[in-house]
Nanobody
C-alpha cells in the first residue's frame, strides 16, 4: 500500500497551494479519504474528508478557503488551499479508511491507525 502526499511548500499569507495524495495498493468497497494536519505543539486535527459517495466534510477553520476533491480514475486526492493563513502552518497528512454503510459522511473518527496514512507534507505560511 502506498499513500504519498505532495505539493507542500512555503508561501505568504493569502496565497494558495494545492496538495495531492496518490493512494494505491488497497481495496475498500466504500472509502473515506481525508486530510489531517498537525501544527507545531498541536494535536493532529481533521481538515477535510470525502467519501466514495461524494459527501464532504470540512473543519470550521478552513470552510470557504479549502476544497477537497478526488480523481477516482487515478485515486488521487487533492486539497486546494486558498487564502492561506499563518495558522495553517502544519504537516499535512493524507489518510484512507473504510466508510461504514451506517455513516452519512466521513467523520474524523472514521480514520484510525488501522487505515492507511501518508508520511506528510509540510506547509509553511508566513505573514
Amino acid at each position: 500500500v502506498q499513500v504519498v502526499e505532495s505539493g507542500g511548500g512555503s508561501v505568504q499569507a493569502g496565497e494558495s497551494l494545492r496538495l495531492s495524495c496518490a493512494a494505491s495498493g488497497y481495496y475498500y468497497s466504500r472509502e473515506c479519504m481525508g486530510w489531517f494536519r498537525q501544527g507545531p505543539g498541536k494535536e493532529r486535527e481533521g481538515v477535510a474528508a470525502i467519501g466514495s459517495d461524494g459527501s464532504t466534510r470540512y473543519a470550521d477553520s478552513v470552510k470557504g478557503r479549502f476544497t477537497i476533491s478526488k480523481d477516482s480514475t487515478t485515486n488521487t486526492l487533492y486539497l486546494q488551499m486558498n487564502k492561506l493563513k499563518p495558522e495553517d502552518t502544519a504537516t499535512y497528512y493524507c489518510a484512507v479508511d473504510y466508510f461504514p454503510p451506517n455513516r452519512d459522511f466521513c467523520g474524523w473518527d472514521i480514520f484510525t491507525p488501522i487505515g492507511y496514512w501518508g508520511q506528510g507534507t509540510q506547509v509553511t505560511v508566513s505573514s
